[in-house]
């Protein structure tokens, strides 16, 4: 179970790393087939939270050679942060399996009944499971390292915005949308 705690909230942290990656990206292209901008934007997600993860991974191992006893003290607090993350996750991937395979009117129900507001909630329950997590903390530093480890997840949507530009067909000119809408009045 010690190993378990652990590789379960990294995958958690990736996973939302993912999810921002898409959320950022999305409305950005104006072009209608987006399959291969959205995968790129869900992989340099992962990447960056892939990244993130291994970091904060290296800097708890870290503290925990020179804290004997932080790593039981941690453990405590990633059940805290499991007791919430855990149904937030589960119904997010949920609504996530309904609008994949479901057809076009389940997939709109699907995004504005989970998918929407749990984007929305998403900084309120890291948050919240940052409290409760320092919470029941054993001690100051696993507090601290908890509260920190949070506060690194909500800084990912953030960072990957940065550089993220809208996109639009051609070369960004509006020479092909200009074409476009010319046929189209030609027509």
Request: net charge positive.
């Amino acid at each position: 179970m010690n190993a378990v705690l652990p590789v379960l909230l990294a995958l958690l942290a990736i996973t939302d790393a993912s999810f921002c990656g898409f959320r950022v990206a999305t409305g950005r292209d104006a072009r209608i087939f987006k399959a291969d901008f959205y995968r790129y934007a869900i992989r340099r997600g992962m990447g960056r939270g892939l990244f993130t993860t291994a970091m904060v991974g290296c800097g708890i191992a870290g503290a925990c050679l020179f804290t004997p006893g932080l790593f039981a003290q941690l453990l405590v607090c990633a059940q805290a942060l499991l007791w919430v993350l855990l149904p937030y996750a589960t119904l997010t991937l949920m609504g996530m399996g309904v609008w994949a395979a479901a057809e076009a009117d389940v997939r709109t129900l699907a995004s504005v009944v989970v998918l929407g507001p749990f984007t929305l909630i998403r900084p309120w329950v890291i948050a919240a499971a940052a409290v409760l997590g320092a919470w029941k903390a054993p001690g100051l530093t696993a507090a601290l390292v908890t509260v920190a480890a949070c506060g690194i997840q909500l800084a990912l949507e953030p960072w990957l915005n940065v550089g993220m530009q809208p996109r639009l067909p051609g070369r960004g000119s509006g020479e092909e949308g200009a074409r476009v809408l010319a046929r189209l009045n030609d027509a």
